[in-house]
C-alpha cells in the first residue's frame, strides 16, 4: 500500500511561485508515471502535469510553460515548480503514483493565489 504526502501549499500572490512536493512511502512495487491533478469546490479534478519514469511529461495547456515537473526516481518524490501563478491556479493539488496495477493519491494541498 503506497502512501504519499504532498507538501509546499499555501497563500501566494498573482505573479508569485510556490513549489509542491510529495514522496511516496511503502513502495513494495516499482512506481511508474507520477503526476500532479488539482480540483477547486463543484469541479472535476484535473489534470496539471505527468512524468513517466524515464522523464517524459505532458502539461494541461493553461500551465504550459509556467509550470515544471520534475521527479527523484531513489527517493520515489515528485516535484511541481510553480511560476507566474494565477488567481485561477487556485486549487486543491493532489499527488498521483502509479504501479502496475493501482493508482494512488496524496491527501491533496492547497494552494490559494490572491490578485
Known amino acids: 500500500q503506497v502512501q504519499l504526502v504532498e507538501s509546499g501549499g499555501g497563500l501566494v500572490q498573482a505573479g508569485g511561485s510556490l513549489r509542491l512536493s510529495c514522496a511516496a512511502s511503502r513502495t513494495s512495487f516499482r512506481i511508474n508515471d507520477m503526476g500532479w491533478y488539482r480540483q477547486v469546490p463543484g469541479k472535476q479534478r484535473e489534470l496539471v502535469a505527468t512524468?513517466?519514469?524515464?522523464?517524459?511529461?505532458v502539461y494541461a495547456d493553461p500551465v504550459e510553460g509556467r509550470f515544471t515537473i520534475s521527479r527523484d526516481n531513489a527517493k520515489n518524490s515528485v516535484f511541481l515548480q510553480m511560476n507566474v501563478l494565477k488567481p485561477e491556479d487556485t486549487a486543491v493539488y493532489y499527488c498521483?503514483?502509479?504501479?502496475?496495477?493501482?493508482?494512488?493519491w496524496g491527501q491533496g494541498t492547497q494552494v490559494t493565489v490572491s490578485e
Open positions: 512524468i513517466s519514469r524515464t522523464g517524459s511529461t
Open positions: 498521483n503514483a502509479n504501479t502496475f496495477n493501482r493508482a494512488y
